[in-house]
């Protein structure tokens, strides 16, 4: 939970429960008995057809390798160890390995059915519900949870609870009777009970029924799937659905209407895989009358990793994501392979495993494509190929891609936009070069999550700051956080050969003496490929004014040129400026991944300036 969530109180008389008419409605399209993607371990039809699969052998391999080695130190003296060091290291460790071993013991037992892994499953829970709280320490800071003052699911709570739920239903005809009411008696004490009560009196409602971003549909989808198979009454599913259907809009709105997720694809991949999930959750419940994703807004944002990908397997690292940062497989084809029309040309992946990138901490995306697709074993992708550019207008994010006729494999990304997005970094202006699959330069992406991250100091870090950015520091200063910063388009052209869009970014800035601020971005398909970087400024006063580019690869300065260069991929960046002499330094910036900034910096205060640097392929 970040710096600015606070749960809430509705005004008297007001709450987000659901209609009693739209949950009686959808209680009459609902499965008359709890219900999940998976069947029961009794299904042997059903499950047995992966046990000699590669995956099914893989699932028992990877459960056997955890069964051998001592449950993790997932304890409250752990938990209140990382509290007093302020570093979650440890618990960041321990947790996504209690998750696996769930998700790796009920597959390994649903596929297997060989009572191998039930005294583990039973010992691990119990283990569990030994703890005073599921949340992490750092959602916790007060320890209202932790005292019992409380409870909050944040997102290790809402997974661990789905979790159980899905062992319970999937394996509950070989589970001691004693184990099953413990994990109903958890479960609803930890999620369920407090999360209703909220919700029916609108007092203390968490923050995140609101949000724009990830939380919002991974907690609605996590307590959906719960719900849906521990609540032996049809109402009460269906009161839990119509509260996930009503409120996970949230999480779509976060979406621009050109489909763009401003949290980058790994966060596409977290937040709309469970999307997908509580779309797929209310289709599969109500026989195909609700769909989530028949809209074309969600299209667009489903079609997002297709359309956003620079080279491939290279996307776009903007905001909180991951350098090596791929899409989800399996929700980035869902639409190319759930049951039901596709509605555009499909044609067969080969040479790759639709499980192999799935994270078996979160056992409905895994169920999901085993029992919900055409044929798990077969996938599909659509026929659309990418073309010269994808331009979001919305978010003012531009992909440029070589042409046919392009003599080498040089890509490049611009973006604009605000400084108050979903994770957002302060980087109105960034852009990235890519050549043969390697990004020279780069925006480095997110930082190792700290105390800090998500508190009023993120912007001290100069990942996250606009430092860390290929963009200007104007008159010693760096860019602004928040919504009002944002990026205006003042021209953009695309021709088969060029893509040029000029960006206005005084508003980037809080500087009373900038007058004049506009970066022209000109990407040549012709020949090898260019890139053109012009930073035109002027002040009302002399001021300092400079330049940058970051990479992660070899940076030799030659006069005014740079090298920029990673394995064998190498492209020079020539660098002219008019109204001052041209100075180049460079600085390692101290967190992981300790990119260089290489200053382009006017080498006196300057009224009117203009840095030119041109990026072509060695």
């Known amino acids: 939970m970040g710096a600015y969530d606070f749960n809430f109180d509705l005004p008297p008389g007001e709450t987000y429960a659901p209609s009693p008419d739209r949950v009686r409605a959808l209680a009459a399209l609902m499965p008359k008995e709890p219900f999940s993607f998976a069947p029961p371990v009794t299904d042997r039809a059903a499950w047995d057809r992966w046990k000699n699969h590669p995956f099914g052998q893989q699932i028992l391999k990877s459960a056997r390798e955890l069964a051998a080695v001592p449950y993790p130190d997932y304890s409250d003296a752990a938990w209140l160890d990382c509290l007093a060091k302020e570093d979650v290291t440890h618990i960041n460790t321990v947790m ?7 998700i790796a013991f009920l597959l390994a037992e649903a596929i297997h059915d060989s009572g191998e892994f039930l005294p583990l499953i039973k010992s691990d829970t119990e283990q569990l519900a030994k703890l005073r709280t599921w949340i992490h320490p750092g959602n916790d800071l007060k320890r209202l949870n932790y005292d019992l003052k409380t409870v909050e699911p944040d997102l290790g709570v ?6 159980l739920a899905q062992i319970d239903f999937v394996l509950g005809p070989r589970l001691p009777a004693g184990l099953r009411q413990l994990i109903r008696t958890e479960v609803d004490r930890r999620v369920l009970a407090p999360t209703r009560q909220r919700i029916e009196t609108g007092r203390d409602i968490y923050w995140w029924v609101n949000v724009k971003h990830n939380w919002n549909a991974v907690c609605l989808s996590t307590i959906a799937e719960t719900a849906a198979a521990l609540q032996p009454k049809a109402e009460d599913r269906a009161w839990w659905f119509a509260f996930g259907e009503s409120l996970v809009k949230n999480f779509r709105d976060g979406f621009n209407d050109d489909g763009v997720c401003t949290e980058g694809v790994g966060y596409w991949s977290y937040g709309f895989m469970h999307y997908i999930l509580m779309g797929e959750l209310l289709r599969f419940a109500t026989g195909n009358v609700i769909d989530l994703l028949d809209e074309p807004k969600m299209l667009r944002a489903a079609a997002f990793p297709d359309r956003v990908e620079i080279q491939p397997k290279v996307f776009p690292t903007f905001s909180d994501c991951a350098l090596d940062a791929q899409p989800t497989f399996w929700a980035r084809r869902w639409m190319d392979n759930r049951t039901g029309t596709t509605g555009h040309p499909t044609e067969p992946v080969t040479g790759v495993d639709p499980f192999a990138g799935m994270n078996l901490q979160f056992c409905a995306e895994t169920f999901l494509w085993m029992f919900r697709t055409h044929d798990p074993l077969a996938p599909r992708r659509s026929t659309l190929a990418p073309g010269l550019r994808h331009w979001f207008a919305a978010s003012s994010l531009l992909v440029s891609r070589p042409g046919p006729a392009t003599t080498r494999k040089f890509s490049a990304t611009l973006l604009g936009g605000n400084n108050g997005v979903n994770h957002n970094h302060n980087d109105l202006g960034t852009f990235t070069v890519v050549l043969d699959g390697r990004t020279l330069v780069v925006d480095p992406g997110a930082e190792i999550y700290s105390f800090r991250t998500f508190s009023t100091h993120r912007y001290d870090s100069n990942l996250l700051n606009s430092y860390g950015h290929p963009v200007p520091k104007v008159a010693g ?7 009002e910063y944002h990026a205006r388009v003042l021209t953009k052209e695309f021709t088969d050969d060029i893509d040029r869009v000029v960006f206005d970014l005084r508003n980037a800035y809080d500087i009373p003496t900038l007058r004049k601020l506009e970066r022209e971005y000109l990407y040549d398909r012709r020949g090898a490929g260019s890139l053109t970087i012009t930073d035109r400024v002027e002040f009302t006063e002399p001021a300092a004014f400079e330049s940058a580019l970051i990479t992660l690869g070899q940076a030799p300065v ?7 260069t990673d394995g064998t991929a190498t492209v020079t960046a020539d660098i002219t400026v008019e109204g ?3 100075e180049i330094s460079t600085d390692k910036i101290d967190q992981p991944p300790h990119p260089v900034r290489l200053a382009l910096r006017c080498a006196t205060p300057v009224r009117t300036a203009k840095i030119t640097t041109v990026l072509r392929p060695a």
């Open 558 to 564: 030659n006069g005014s040129q740079v090298k920029l």
């Open 96 to 102: 996504p390995i209690v998750r696996k071993r769930q």
């Open 158 to 163: 809402v997974h661990f609870a789905d979790n």
């Open 477 to 483: 200063r760096l860019q602004e956080a928040g919504a």
């Open 580 to 582: 001052s002499a041209l």
